[in-house]
């Protein structure tokens, strides 16, 4: 079982900081991205825009449609299992460049501070949508986890396969530490349904589609994403020769 009273201990006191001011205060953060990116000044000053808020809509704009995309129904054994039971053994966890690693339940992720926006999911495809998203922040569970300062990318593994290669993707720490960035349990007010990504999803609001990675099973941070499947970040990335950073 999870350290609750530990985990709000260490959301707590991330949040005093704000993990973003922290982050962007850090020299090895700043130094780090320009090291990675090879960011020009006029690039870097683009980079701190990032840190804006993606546009949010009334609920009289929520799509009376939502056209789910790409997985419908995951049929692994693994997700067929979970789905059957209710996601009751399900369990999200947070590794790699941490030093808490956290294992949740969908019930403590239910009970951390929640989140809700009204936003626009821009699909690369050439079609749009508006919906209410519910979570918490990833920067919450980022906080509490204690990422390393060595992390550079958060990596989301998802149950679906796509031809055989295992659906994942990444972001980056601005991203990341975005406050609209959220780990969604519901849309528009209902437990996530299977088609949009059952029991959780990424919500990550200033990138298109492909970026939001639906079923997730696991979550690591990464010095670099070399390595990890096609090396590219993403499945659209190795396979659909996509951005890395899709942003809008
Ligand atoms: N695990 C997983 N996540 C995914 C996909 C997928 O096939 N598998 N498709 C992506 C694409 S291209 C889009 S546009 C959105 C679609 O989200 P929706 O089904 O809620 O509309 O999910 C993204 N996340
Ligand atoms: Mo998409």
Redesign the pocket.
Known sequence: MIDRRKLLVGAGSGLMLSGCDALHGSPTFREGLRGAEDLTMAAQRALLSRDDLARVYPESEISPI???????F?DTPEYLRHLATGFRDWRLRIEGLVDRPLVLSLEQIRALPTRHQITR?D???GWS?IGKWHGPQLGTLLRAARLRPEARYIVFL???R?GGRR?Y?SIDLVDAFHPQTILAWAMNGRSLPV???APL?LRVERQ????????LERILAVPSLAGIYGGKGG??EDVGDYEWYAGI
Do not use: S
Not at 66 to 72: E, K, Q, V
């Open positions: 939502f056209p789910p995309n790409g997985t419908r995951p999911h699909c690369v495809e949508a998802c149950f679906d796509l659906y993707e088609p949009y990504g999803r298109l589609g492909y970026k939001h990675a639906k079923y499945y659209w």
